[in-house]
């Protein structure tokens, strides 16, 4: 079993849709979580990193944390076809020693139609 | 500023040969890491380094050598390709970040990915 576990869809919504994006997780001592946005043949580009458990927001995305969960999600609100791309939940282990080794989910593939 | 430049994009192999991945970064960051992305698999660490002359082995080193001799450049070497190494590589730096007094996450920027195929 995966350390980090990410449906890889497809996912096809609508413009103007809520989108929600998973992950789940086995082991606790991951503390910073994040995700990441990946466009076609491109490389991944960071989109929002939290630390522990509690919600971020930033524009039309918010970043949830359930640490007792072992689960995080995603939201972007009214969602636009700019946003149609993979969009990867990362996590690394607290401290100044995961030297940017981070442990990836699979990666979800979303597509919004107009 | 480039960021972080992978060369070449794309490369096809016979089974046997060698070659090196480039990653050059001057953004002067000081760890850099190589990942595959395989479909299903996600992102998976290859080889990492804290600095230069400093590096170590990730989730799925076998069959790949680094070096850092430099803070810039970061070569991932493929020894004796296999078809089990057709992927997409991508060479990533990373700067800590701070979220008000907590301590630090680290933030990778990701190279453009080079695409391998080894027949």
């Known amino acids: 079993q995966k350390e980090v576990e990410q449906d890889p869809g497809p996912l096809s919504v609508p413009e103007g849709a809520i989108v929600s994006l998973n992950c789940t997780y086995s082991?606790?001592?991951?503390?910073?979580f994040m995700w990441y946005r990946q466009y076609s043949r491109k490389g991944p580009e960071l989109l929002m990193y939290?630390?522990?458990?509690g919600n971020k927001e930033d524009g039309r995305f918010t970043a949830q944390v359930d640490k007792s969960s072992k689960y995080i999600s995603l939201f972007i609100r009214d969602s636009q076809p700019s946003d149609s791309a993979t969009y990867l939940c990362a996590m690394e282990f607290a401290g100044g020693t995961s030297y940017g080794k981070l442990t990836f989910g699979q990666g979800t593939i979303l597509t919004v139609h107009p | 500023n480039a960021g972080v430049t992978q060369t070449p994009k794309f490369q096809v192999l016979k089974t046997g040969q060698s070659m090196t991945l480039q990653c050059a970064q001057d953004m002067n960051h000081e760890y850099m890491s190589w990942y595959r992305q395989d479909p299903g698999m996600g992102l998976r660490l290859i080889h990492y380094s804290v600095g230069a002359g400093i590096t170590d082995q990730g989730e799925v080193p076998n069959g790949y050598n680094v070096s850092r001799s430099t803070t810039e450049d970061f070569p991932l070497r493929l020894l004796s390709a296999a078809p089990s190494q057709t992927s997409v590589y991508f060479c990533?730096?990373?700067?800590?970040?701070?979220?008000?007094?907590?301590?630090?996450?680290?933030?990778?920027?990701f190279g453009a990915g080079s695409r391998l195929t080894v027949l």
């Open positions: 990533a730096s990373s700067y800590s970040a701070t979220q008000t007094n907590r301590v630090r996450a680290n933030v990778l920027t």
């Open positions: 082991n606790s001592a991951f503390q910073y």
């Open positions: 939290t630390y522990s458990s």
